[in-house]
């Protein structure tokens, strides 16, 4: 059985950081690429960023370019967002998605039909 699950979310003043975890288990980890999304209140969910299997390649939305970095341990199997200089716009639930693939681009990693399994998100909040 896979499992997602995401950890790390809470409040912040912006101008903060946080990291975000996501622990997948029940797959080979490493053979799959990993995407972060986000739904802020009252709106759609929106991608932000992806990462392919083998950690070589990373993908963002242009709002969080240079302030989120993505990143995996293959070892861990757990996936990471760094968030640096947030912003009240940051503020949503995130989630953690496993692909069906192994790698791809950011045009089809954008899509929530690549992904297959979801976890259950973490909120963060970015306010004065």
């Known amino acids: 059985q896979v499992q997602v699950v995401e950890s790390g979310g809470g409040s912040v003043q912006p101008g903060g950081s946080l990291r975000l975890s996501c622990v997948v288990s029940?797959?080979?980890?490493?053979?799959?690429?990993m995407g972060w999304f986000r739904q802020a209140p009252g709106k759609k969910r929106e991608w932000v960023a992806a990462?392919?299997?083998?950690?070589?390649?990373?993908y963002y939305v242009d709002s969080v370019k240079g302030r989120f970095t993505i990143s995996r341990d293959n070892v861990k199997n757990t996936a990471y967002l760094q968030m640096t200089r947030l912003q009240p716009e940051d503020t949503a639930v995130y989630y953690c998605?496993?692909?069906?693939?192994?790698?791809?681009?950011?045009?089809?990693?954008?899509?929530?039909?690549?992904?297959?399994?979801w976890g259950q998100g973490t909120e963060v909040t970015v306010s004065s």
């Open positions: 998605a496993k692909s069906r693939r192994a790698s791809g681009r950011d045009y089809n990693l954008r899509l929530e039909a690549q992904y297959d399994y």
């Open positions: 029940g797959v080979t980890f490493g053979n799959y690429a």
């Open positions: 990462i392919n299997g083998d950690a070589g390649t990373t």
